[in-house]
DNA sequence: CCCGCTTATGCGCAAATGCGCATTAAGGAG
DNA sequence: CTCCTTAATGCGCATTTGCGCATAAGCGGG
């Protein structure tokens, strides 16, 4: 459990989906896609490893699909989140 | 950065390690060995994982190494490591 | 119905990962 | 020096992961 979720945001792409649905709002792929630099069906499967591995949450919306933070996030976890996403930004900062 | 120490966390032998020395005293491969259920060759490999993760360091000690956590490890990487630590916890207690 | 847009998926391939086995290296004891 | 213990590493192999390409599937509009 703890292992599948650390797989899943140990992937560039996959953390920064995680980074850029952090705002708690909901965003389709074809938004996600070229903010990350991802081709289509990258975006897809990496969209499904977070969400087997009970990170985000889809949700149908005509032709789209939108993605947002799964809501029922065990706290452990969405602490988990909170520290990783606080290092990349600061990592980040370090970086720039 | 943040990526290699998250795939360096996302393996049960090695977060075994990581959780063992959480204790914050130094342990010898041969104590993680068997504790950790892992032949010699892949502990050694794993540990130089854990090592060029920035997480653990090593001290020669006679034909021994010890290994501890690196006690110059970032703060945002401490605590990534205290809340995957503490996910974990939560999560056997669950499965017992 | 056909078309266009968005997303998912089957398939094959290249690269990365994890492992065991055997060997090497480093150190201490006799 | 040889022998023993502990740890690291070269090698080959099997599995996993990540990707592109093409195709399918879901949805709305005309």
Same mark, same amino acid.
């Given at each position: 459990?703890?292992?599948?979720?650390?797989?899943?945001?140990?992937?560039?792409?996959? &953390?920064? @989906?995680?980074?850029?649905? %952090?705002?708690?709002?909901?965003?389709?792929?074809?938004?996600? +896609?070229?903010?990350?630099?991802?081709?289509?069906?990258?975006?897809?499967?990496?969209?499904?490893?977070?969400?087997?591995?009970? &990170?985000? @949450?889809?949700?149908?919306? %005509?032709?789209?699909?939108?993605?947002?933070?799964?809501?029922? +996030?065990?706290?452990?976890?969405?602490?988990?989140?909170?520290?990783?996403?606080?290092?990349?930004?600061?990592?980040?900062?370090?970086?720039?």
């Amino acid at each position: 459990m703890i292992l599948t979720v650390l797989s899943a945001l140990a992937e560039p792409t996959r &953390l920064g @989906v995680i980074a850029l649905l %952090a705002d708690g709002s909901e965003h389709c792929v074809c938004e996600l +896609m070229p903010k990350l630099d991802a081709t289509q069906s990258r975006m897809s499967r990496h969209m499904q490893v977070l969400r087997q591995a009970g &990170l985000v @949450v889809d949700r149908r919306d %005509a032709q789209w699909v939108r993605y947002r933070l799964n809501p029922d +996030m065990a706290p452990e976890i969405r602490q988990i989140i909170k520290a990783v996403l606080e290092a990349s930004e600061k990592h980040e900062r370090a970086a720039a």
